[in-house]
């Protein structure tokens, strides 16, 4: 096999336990024979790394997360940069940006983007930006400098609280674009370029990392305070994911009914939650595990009878694209329970897979739950046909190979290679 063609991917941070789904792409990507540089914006901020992160062999390097934090190797990135042919149109981009968001961030990117061009290494194939976001406005600026090509994945947040001009003017310099839901689908190709319409490619699940479980679950039903249902929850404790209107829900079930609740996961709002549920007395019935790796993940999906995620649009537009947690726990045959947001019914299919409610509704949410807690054939049913769905539509194999197609696209590959993404 010849020498592989080299990619940059910028990533907002690297490695995070809450974005697995990139993790298990690039090492899949490798696995087709494409050569990755990791180029993080922030420097890790967990504890742990999943598995997966381990098997990574791209080399990784940061950029400054603050420019003033390095002003040394900002300045001579500059200098360096302002040498090459193309650093008067990412000027001219950057300073027709920052007149419509004039902020420390905007001036932050350029930095980076300088920094980024300055120290790419020579034969670098192409850049790829991560997130359509602050990311993307770090390639945007660098691939002007250098003169390469770039593309973007746009997953969620970076989708739905960026502004229109902003999404428009990358679309529309980015040689491809994917998006994993059909609801981002439908706003991004609203502002592409008509002959350039972004591509739907699903995350996909690595299957072989999450076996199917052979094991029948306790036909538990909530009579027996000895064998509560287990509730399991995973995601950051942020706005989006609807974690109050959960723990009020929870509150509302009928007093005698067993359950216990589980949450896996950091983020901000984790202490405030501990406080409402000790508001609400059910402090004791709730867990939460903070952030965990993927083997512990798997250990909490196997020992649940159900999963539920009560997404909702946060008051900044925020939302989910959708959430890998759900495809996880479908894996192992557990009942979902989530809202009709955004990608969530692209899984879902209302009472045939997973019961499914609108966004902020505790009374439903309740409601739904009390009635998986007391029907364990109705989760066994709802387990079993979500297990199928993602067996059969959302294996990474099928997945990572449309996007291998899109690096390689519009260049000789070798037939071996070529045969690796058919």
Not at 129 to 135: R, V
Not at 173 to 191: D, K, M, S, Y
Not at 300 to 310: E, G, H, I, S, T
């Amino acid at each position: 096999m010849p020498p592989a063609r080299t990619f940059v991917f910028v990533l907002k941070g690297y490695p995070r336990l809450s974005e697995t789904f990139i993790a298990q792409e690039i090492r899949a990507l490798e696995k087709l024979g494409l050569a990755i540089r990791i180029v993080a914006m922030r420097h890790p901020t967990d504890g742990k790394v999943h598995p997966i992160h381990r098997e990574i062999r791209a080399p990784v390097a940061y950029l400054p997360e603050y420019l003033h934090d390095e002003p040394g190797r900002v300045l001579r990135a500059l200098w360096r940069a302002s040498r090459r042919p193309g650093f008067r149109l990412a000027f001219r981009q950057f300073r027709h940006d920052l007149r419509r968001d004039f902020s420390r961030n905007r001036i932050r990117r350029m930095g980076q983007a300088a920094v980024l061009a300055a120290e790419m290494p020579d034969g670098i194939a192409g850049l790829h930006a991560h997130f359509i976001h602050t990311p993307a406005s770090v390639v945007r600026y660098a691939a002007a400098i250098t003169g390469k090509p770039w593309s973007v994945s746009a997953h969620a947040k970076d989708i739905w609280t960026t502004a229109d001009w902003d999404l428009a003017e990358k679309l529309e310099g980015a040689e491809w674009a994917v998006t994993c839901t059909q609801a981002g689908l439908e706003r991004l190709n609203a502002l592409a370029p008509a002959a350039r319409p972004v591509h739907l490619v699903y995350h996909g699940l690595d299957l072989a990392r999450f076996p199917a479980l052979l094991t029948p679950r306790p036909a538990r039903d909530g009579a027996d305070a000895a064998q509560p249902v287990r509730i399991l929850t995973i995601c950051r404790a942020v706005e989006k994911k609807g974690l109050d209107t959960l723990i009020a829900a929870l509150a509302r079930l009928p007093a005698g009914l067993a359950w216990e609740w589980v949450h896996a996961g950091g983020g901000a709002l984790a202490g405030k939650l501990k406080e409402q549920a000790r508001a609400l007395g059910i402090a004791g019935r709730c867990s939460f595990r903070g952030a965990l790796d993927q083997a512990e993940v798997l250990a909490l999906y196997r020992q649940a009878d159900v999963f539920v995620l009560p997404c909702r649009i946060a008051g900044d537009g925020d939302r989910d694209g959708l959430p890998n947690v759900l495809a996880e726990a479908a894996s192992q045959g557990l009942a979902l329970l989530s809202t009709n947001v955004s990608g969530v019914p692209e899984l879902i299919e209302a009472g045939v897979n997973g019961l499914m409610i609108g966004p902020d509704d505790g009374d439903a949410l309740a409601r739904e739950l009390e009635r998986l807690i007391r029907e364990p054939l109705l989760r066994f049913r709802l387990g079993r046909s979500a297990m199928q769905r993602v067996r059969s539509a959302f294996d990474h194999e099928d997945t990572v190979r449309a996007l291998f197609a899109l690096f390689m696209q519009g260049s000789p590959i070798d037939e071996s290679v070529r045969r690796a993404a058919e």
